[in-house]
């Protein structure tokens, strides 16, 4: 699927969405690349309608470990969970790029949308559809090899044609990816050793991207769901 163009994003919020505000109501807000917009167990008071850029959905749990949920680069929204169940946030949501997006107060919402049947249609669109692929990403991390879903996790760092990741510690990536240090190593080297990657302390180079796209089957990280919203 086609991702859509920033113009075309902040358009869509406005005739599906915010059909009675103006566009130019609340203003655009941007993020540079590895900041945390949201981190898991804040109170969140804002809907935040993602128009560009790229982000990364993880958990943490009680023995520190993270786990990778999602990496969206495509038009998403957040908070709406958290709106409707009265929750505090359950993942945390790091910008992965330039991250541009326009925060809509709870409070607005509340006075103008509450009952407003096309925006809750449409929210639950677009909930319904982040649940089906948090559910693939279940299965990915069940049934895809290490390979596969490193492979796809370099990619979805890559930033455009660029062929340089930069890279956390192996340490973090093996509790994003579920698994072990040295099974994470393993996997690394083979890929090195298949002339896919070059590895230096803290970069990934990617030498065969048709190679890693072949391994990755695709990116299993980015696949989408396409979804219809009511016009």
Do not use: W
């Not at 693939?136 to 049934?143: D, F, P």
Request: aromatic share 10%; with cysteine; glycine share 4%.
């Amino acid at each position: 699927m086609k991702r859509s163009s920033y113009d075309d994003n902040v358009k869509r919020v406005y005739e599906h969405y915010l059909t009675k505000t103006k566009n130019d109501a609340f203003n655009i807000s941007s993020y540079q690349a590895g900041k945390n917009i949201v981190m898991q167990g804040d109170e969140i008071d804002h809907f935040f309608f993602v128009v560009s850029g790229k982000l990364k959905i993880f958990r943490t749990f009680e023995n520190g470990k993270t786990l990778l949920i999602r990496i969206f680069e495509e038009f998403t929204i957040l908070g709406d969970l958290e709106y409707f169940l009265k929750i505090e946030a359950n993942c945390s949501v790091e910008t992965q790029s330039v991250v541009k997006l326009i925060k809509i107060p709870f409070d607005y919402i509340d006075k103008e949308y509450r009952n407003d049947n096309k925006f809750l249609y449409n929210i639950l669109v677009q909930t319904s559809s982040k649940i089906l692929l948090t559910q693939e990403q279940t299965s990915i991390n069940l049934m895809h090899s290490l390979d596969t879903r490193f492979s796809s996790y370099i990619l979805s760092l890559a930033e455009g044609n660029s062929k340089t990741v930069i890279i956390p510690s192996l340490i973090d990536i093996s509790n994003h990816l579920g698994t072990s240090y040295r099974h994470l190593t393993r996997t690394i080297k083979k890929l090195i050793n298949q002339g896919a990657i070059m590895k230096t302390k803290n970069e990934v180079t990617l030498l065969n991207k048709e190679l890693l796209l072949k391994i990755s089957q695709g990116n299993v990280y980015e696949s989408q769901i396409d979804y219809k919203v009511e016009g």
